[in-house]
């Protein structure tokens, strides 16, 4: 592979390969192009390409990307495990003040039909009875 010198424009080759995509790899090219506010998708493939085949190169010359130091990650998967950890304890709290209204309005409704029934059954049937 020849380096061009820097500040030199890259030339775009002849040759045209099309390619199909996955329809999830379209959706993703074009939330990228209305993210940067590309018009055509062939510079942003492009770009994709570019930073795909660099990091293939830096995989292979066994570089990589990490800017952190080795504890900095851990300390920050724990950060975040116990961030959605308490955001989990919260919806679930929600979810069961929901429930307990749920649940005694459910309570009313069954004592309602209840009291509903007996008075049904006093004046239709009882008073029939006594009378």
Wanted: net charge positive; glycine share 6%.
């Amino acid at each position: 592979m020849a380096i061009r010198p820097r500040g030199r424009k890259r030339s775009l080759s002849k040759r045209v390969s099309s390619f199909n995509m996955y329809m999830d790899q379209v959706y993703q090219i074009r939330a990228i192009m209305e993210a940067t506010g590309a018009v055509k998708d062939a510079p942003v493939i492009r770009e994709l390409l570019d930073e795909a085949l660099g990091a293939r190169r830096r995989k292979a010359l066994g570089i990589t990307d990490s800017e952190e130091p080795p504890g900095q990650e851990g300390a920050e998967t724990l950060h975040t495990l116990q961030t959605l950890l308490l955001k989990l304890i919260r919806r679930e709290e929600l979810v069961f003040r929901g429930q307990n209204v749920s649940l005694s309005l459910l309570q009313e409704a069954l004592i309602e039909a209840r009291a509903g029934r007996k008075v049904v059954f006093e004046e239709l049937v009882e008073k029939q009875w006594i009378a």
